[in-house]
């Protein structure tokens, strides 16, 4: 009698009583699972929801639970039961409603349970939330293989070979893409793109493939050059030599491309007094007026502007304050990176630095008359990494470089010889000595933060990536949207200005008032010439071999230049900044190399004396 009352207390009490504490143990852990879990009976209404599912959809519980999934999901849950029944898991991307928030589209694994008999009784949705979502966290999951009988393996008789395997990967590798902890822009339109998909015709879903190839391309804002007039090899050879990157035997060269060899100086001369004549403080009122003669300050100070102008604009921008710098150290290290400069090069010295930071301050100035203007900090590594973008230019291409096989080229194995060794040696002469060191009283994140700014300003002025930088500058600040609904921060549409900025000042010279535009262009055509004349004379492949100075016409190089580089790239920053003189000049001296050419100038010769006239008549006036 006792055995049969402890059997009933067994089967009435105490199994329960373990059953009840298992069920309470696992939806204890379903709860505290990072993962979204739902649950539905057989006609998909939601009878269990976690703490993950309540955080996704920005629902309460009890405005979750008996909800029809068709309410849940945007995308059509109706297949579900059919392929439930198979008794089978299987895959989706199902695209989720999500209460206030934009809808998300996600990997969702869906497992049919049979309680009773063999048709489905509930149906558990397991979905992996991408990591860039609320505050989920999401894993990698584990590669999967397809189950027979699942989606993955269904084929259309309708499509021809390609297509019908594509039909089966496109969802693995799709589930795969959106499973991943981060969600990228370019992961959401592929996602969307997928789902259009599923509705097209064969012809359409063809179509979508080869849009989405392109879309997983590595270089996406990068587009392929148009092609070039066969008849103009000149502007052939300066825009393949601007935007190509360099090769051992073909590499070319950019007009941003800062050219560097090891100098082996590293001179700390520093004026003793630094008195700027009266002429001088002058010209310098100008400074910030686009017109400024930047050739008159050269002059003027003895081939030291960048010095001057340097002062005059941490001046003006507050940059003693802000670095929290005595502007004796400043002056120093203004002097330690004009000295390692090459006066020798007719461009790529500091007059050319002086150029760009004077541009970067005019810059600077119209974004604060905009109410766009950055804050101190911004301003005063904007006109550091200006001053410091081609510091150690040796006047010859990155090209050129790997060529000879200079150690520069080999030690940065032929990537972005220049821009990264200007960035490097800007750091190098600053922490050489405490005089001279204008980020010493930095704490060590500021420190970080700057040199990293710094660093991305000198990098972006490498014209192999001209078109990517300029594609994603239009393609955020050339909508109608407000940049921060498209991009993911304030920080980044800060970079994006930043790069666009010191790009523009880099390469303004066809921007600038006529007669310093042709000045700038036989500085350039020198150093090409010279580059050419040295590897001839060094049997070295010859990087722009239509740059001969004795062949060469230079309005034919500046044409193309302006018009396949120059040209967008000062519209898109016009429309941005609201400079309009930037056009307005980039069109006279457009016009102006037009008629030059039409006049048979072509050589330096030609140059220079037309220079000469147009001086003589400007001082008739």
């Not at 949705?125 to 590669?143: I, K």
């Not at 592929?190 to 097209?200: P, R, Y």
């Not at 980039?586 to 190399?593: D, G, K, L, P, T």
């Amino acid at each position: 009698m006792c055995n049969i009352e402890l059997k009933q207390i067994l089967h009435s009490i105490v199994r329960p009583h373990n059953v009840m504490s298992t069920q309470q143990a696992l939806y204890t852990a379903l709860h505290r699972l990072k993962e979204v879990i739902l649950i539905t009976d057989n006609h998909l209404r939601i009878q269990y929801a976690n703490r993950a599912a309540e955080r996704l959809l920005n629902m309460r519980l009890d405005e979750i639970i008996s909800k029809p999934l068709a309410d849940i999901f945007v995308s059509d849950v109706s297949t579900i039961m059919m392929h439930g029944r198979k008794n089978k898991e299987f895959d989706e991307i199902l695209t989720v409603r999500r209460k206030g928030q934009e809808d998300v589209s996600m990997h969702v694994r869906v497992i049919p349970v049979a309680c009773i008999g063999r048709t489905p009784t509930h149906y558990v949705f397991n979905l992996d939330v991408p990591g860039s979502h609320g505050d989920f966290v999401a894993t990698l999951p584990q590669a999967r293989e397809a189950p027979r009988g699942s989606q993955h393996s269904i084929r259309r008789g309708s499509v021809d070979v390609r297509s019908v395997a594509s039909d089966g990967l496109r969802r693995t590798s799709l589930a795969k893409l959106t499973s991943l902890p981060l969600e990228a822009p370019i992961t959401k339109i592929i996602n969307l793109l997928s789902q259009v998909q599923e509705n097209c015709s064969p012809d359409e879903a063809r179509l979508i493939d080869k849009v989405m190839e392109f879309l997983k391309r590595e270089g996406l804002y990068s587009p392929q050059m148009k092609e070039i007039r066969t008849d103009d090899p000149i502007a052939t050879d300066l825009i393949g030599a601007l935007l190509t990157g360099p090769s051992l035997y073909s590499s070319r060269r950019s007009s941003n491309d800062s050219i560097i060899r090891v100098s082996g100086r590293q001179s700390t001369c520093m004026p003793a007094k630094m008195k700027a004549t009266p002429h001088i403080m002058e010209l310098l009122e100008e400074s910030l007026s686009w017109e400024f003669d930047i050739f008159k300050l050269e002059e003027i100070t003895e081939k030291r502007p960048l010095l001057y102008l340097g002062m005059e604009m941490f001046r003006r921008f507050n940059v003693f304050a802000t670095l929290n710098i005595d502007e004796n150290v400043c002056k120093g290290w203004l002097a330690i990176i004009e000295a390692n400069y090459h006066s020798n090069n007719s461009y790529h010295n500091s007059t050319h630095a002086a150029d760009v930071m004077q541009a970067t301050g005019c810059f600077l100035t119209q974004l604060a008359a905009k109410d766009m203007g950055m804050d101190h900090t911004d301003e005063a590594i904007a006109l550091i990494a200006a001053a410091a973008h081609d510091v150690d230019h040796p006047g010859r291409s990155s090209a050129f470089l790997c060529n000879s096989r200079n150690t520069l080229a080999l030690l940065y194995n032929d990537l972005c010889v220049l821009e990264s060794h200007h960035a490097s040696i800007t750091f190098r002469l600053t922490l050489s000595d405490d005089k001279v060191n204008i980020f010493k009283n930095l704490d060590t994140e500021s420190f970080k933060s700057v040199r990293s700014v710094v660093i991305d300003m000198i990098l972006a002025t490498e014209m192999t990536r001209h078109f990517e930088h300029l594609a994603k500058f239009v393609s955020i600040f050339g909508s109608d949207e407000e940049p921060k609904d498209i991009v993911q921060s304030e920080e980044e549409s800060s970079i994006l200005i930043r790069r666009m900025m010191i790009k523009v000042a880099d390469v303004s010279n066809p921007s600038r008032q006529p007669s310093y535009c042709i000045e700038w262009a036989r500085r350039i055509a020198e150093e090409y010439f010279t580059q050419t004349d040295e590897e001839k004379s060094k049997a070295l492949p010859i990087v722009m071999p239509m740059f001969d100075r004795n062949t060469c016409s230079i309005p034919k190089s500046q044409i193309g230049f302006i018009e396949y580089i120059i040209q967008d790239m000062m519209h898109a920053w016009d429309s941005f900044i609201d400079m309009p003189q930037l056009v307005t000049y980039m069109q006279i001296n457009y016009s102006q190399w037009k008629k030059f050419e039409e006049q048979g100038v072509h050589t330096l010769a030609d140059v220079k004396s037309k220079q000469h006239s147009l001086s003589v008549k400007k001082s008739a006036k």
